[in-house]
């Protein structure tokens, strides 16, 4: 048997015992999982040094290795973040419903684990521990497939993670990762229908296409994004150009910051150009319709492909629109339902963009970056779902989770 | 552009006016929707004898033609129930969580229209009805692909509905007849990425594996069901053959009833030959294991490939098992999570069943008969999920809605 299935029957096996088990020991699972990785920080950091090496021999990029890179620091906020997951509240057990039929029929449903969840991402080592500490702690198994250049790293984490299971409640096989660092071994566990509950991407855009496209297994898909801010004329310019610059300079690596600026044309009538400068001094490239280049005549022309482009650059698509209607007619061509925003001191109108606009999340006057679990205020985020089943936006722990029927009756059958 | 494309673009720009329009509004559109069809009876049945005439030529059984037919109670029995949907609490617009962040940000979770919904089924035309009024209800519009023998029926009945919403607040381009019999289309709609948020498979095991197969949208899975029953040496007698008989007999074609009993061999000494009989008499036709042969030596020696059988007739296997973990061993190697039931009068044993075989809906003491949206009191059922994704069981109009974070803030930016 290929060592994807193995893992997966074996995972599966351990999940019926997981899903027994209290918070308490799922926790103290988290702690010693969190203890191994401290105390086996140098063991760790031989490992991931190997993993260097062979980057830079493959003329792996600067930006890459540094993902890749495991340091002290590093290591400590891998195992101080594993502890957050121990200090949030388990959904797994909470009541969410409950039925009292006519006929006697006591239902009640019940939030239980998804079961085994496969888990496809790519260099980062971290996230083999986040993953793992959010699944556990979910009382899911978990399958992990990392990337090939993080592979030592990562299996050198996994030995520590389970020799510490070893000593928990947690059976070890509940924690399996594969090594085949060949992509038929991302093939194969997208067809693992009924071993694997649920396949969970991770990582570019490209991984989550390949993912989206192939998988028989279901999917939560955590999406691009080509989040948008409409600036209205009733804009109040101060907030207007701190939300823009915000939204798009103050980390535009992630897929909540921005990357198409609407503009009223009103609004950009009096404030356009002195916007434009500021996001120029702060480093942003411009490219806009051609009413933008009449206000900003060193900006670049915008073509429909940058439209369409999710940037996660220094790089910002400015767009003059004569309503409000232009404005939602633009994001729901190009937009990826990720998170959109309006800056307005119309009230009515806010509500309008909020209602109409479809995506996982929609801001009135604030920043799109704060798009996140923990911004959110959910202590933890596995991803942001841009897909509509299941979970949508940031998602915390209860989103690895489904829900199950328990119905006591005393004899009733069915008339 | 096809068929499929060109209706889905309509069908989704559609979306984007009924995710705007009051409870009231929906309602109006369904109850003229229900007036035209009774309106419209003799024109159904004239359309649907067309169909039934092309499938006796083609030589479809009397149980399809049965299926097929409409006849003026059934039509009424069509009206009444979009009626009983109008009836429903609307679940759009519900808020579901609300979070005040320190640096002010106002968060809502709200439950928001998935969207587009193509439904995919086969031969019965009150599905077409029942659909429509189901995705409309809930504020989504529907592309439905209906089996090619009930063509004329299908296309009669949308064509009276769609007279109808042109004199309501819902756009006629939010309900969608795909009229194309072959198969290509279905393939077409499983890759509509972008257009149809879900695809939701009604019908028949084939149908559905396809459907799960071959989708890139996201699926909702309505599955088989191989359910089980288990009685315990404490169960008692009486309530076991009520439950067993009921479970099995009750309406044998349906997902929810049972395939295998599963005994304890104490009650099997004790009971077994017994019920054997009684379930003989009521037309159960026995396949047993070694052990149940000895005490029904008139059964049928069941072999694995029964226990794997969703029989939908009168055929029942029977097994004796000497433990709790046996049964549940048999139910995890032969189950399909769909609904699982115990009979015992041992409230441990009852709940440690209940909380570790992993189904959609665990019964103590009761039909597995009774997994059924209108049997929970939702009043409606879309159909009764096995996957563990978004819904699971019977699913009620909530589940044809997914959610939306709105944040209101005053300027907020990420530091």
């Given at each position: 048997?290929?060592?994807?299935r193995t893992k997966?029957e ?11 088990l ?8 988290l702690?010693l999982m ?11 950091i031989t490992a ?7 980057g830079k021999q493959q003329?792996t ?7 890749l890179?495991?340091n002290p ?15 949030l509240?388990?959904?797994i057990?909470?009541k969410l419903?409950?039925i009292e039929?006519p006929n006697?029929?006591h ?8 079961g ?5 991402y790519?260099?980062?080592?971290n996230?083999?521990?986040?993953a ?5 702690k979910t ?6 497939r ?6 030592s790293s990562?299996?050198k984490?996994?030995e ?12 070890a096989?509940?924690?399996?990762l594969i090594e085949?660092p060949?992509r038929?071994?991302v093939?194969e566990m997208l ?7 649920v ?6 855009s490209?991984?989550?296409r390949?993912v989206?496209e ?7 898909e955590?999406g691009a ?32 910051s921005m990357?198409?600026?609407l ?5 950009a009538q ?7 400068v500021q996001?120029?001094d702060?480093?942003?490239?411009l ?6 280049l009449?206000l900003l005549p060193?900006?670049?022309p915008?073509?429909d ?13 400015v767009k ?5 209607e232009d404005?939602m007619?633009h994001?729901?061509q190009y937009?990826?339902r ?16 909020m ?8 801001y ?7 798009t996140?679990g923990?911004?959110f205020?959910?202590g ?5 779902s ?9 998602m915390?722990?209860p989103s ?6 328990m ?5 009733q059958?069915?008339g």
């Open positions: 048997m290929s060592e994807v997966a074996l995972a599966q096996a351990a999940a019926a015992v997981l899903n027994r209290s918070t308490t020991q799922k926790d103290e699972a702690q969190a203890n191994a990785l401290r105390q086996g920080q140098e063991e760790i991931n040094a190997e993993d260097l090496e062979r003329g990029s600067p930006s890459l290795l540094d993902r890179a495991l620091q590093r290591i400590e906020g891998i195992a101080s973040a594993l502890e957050q997951i121990i200090g509240p388990d959904p057990g909470e419903e409950q039929r006697g029929l239902i009640e449903k019940i939030r239980v684990p998804l085994v969840i496969g888990i496809i790519e260099a980062r080592p996230v083999t521990v986040d793992a500490g959010l699944c556990l009382g899911n198994a978990v399958v992990l990392g990337g090939s250049s993080a592979l990562n299996r984490i996994v520590l993670m389970h020799a510490a299971l070893a000593s928990s409640a947690i059976p096989d509940a924690l399996q085949d060949n038929s071994s093939d067809k693992l229908n009924g071993l694997l509950d396949v969970i991407p991770r990582g570019g490209s991984l989550i390949n989206v192939n998988s028989t297994v279901p999917v939560i955590t994004g080509i989040c948008h801010t409409y600036l209205d004329q009733t804009a109040q310019p101060d907030m207007a150009s701190a939300i823009a610059i915000n939204a798009k300079a103050q980390r535009p690596s992630v897929c909540n990357e198409t600026l503009v009223h044309q009103d609004f009096h404030h356009l150009e002195a916007l434009g996001l120029r702060v480093g942003v490239e490219r806009g319709c051609p009413e933008t009449r060193w900006a670049i915008a073509t492909e940058d439209y369409a482009t999710e940037y996660n650059d220094y790089i910002l698509n003059i629109v004569s309503s409000l404005a007619q994001i729901s937009g990826t990720h998170s959109e925003c309006i800056i307005t001191s119309d009230q009515e109108l806010a509500e309008r963009f209602q109409e606009v479809d995506a996982a999340a929609v009135h006057n604030a920043s799109t970056r704060f996140d923990f911004e205020g959910f933890a985020e596995i991803g942001i841009t897909q509509k089943l299941h979970a949508r936006g940031p915390g722990l690895l989770s489904t829900t199950k029927y119905i006591h009756g005393n004899g059958i069915r």
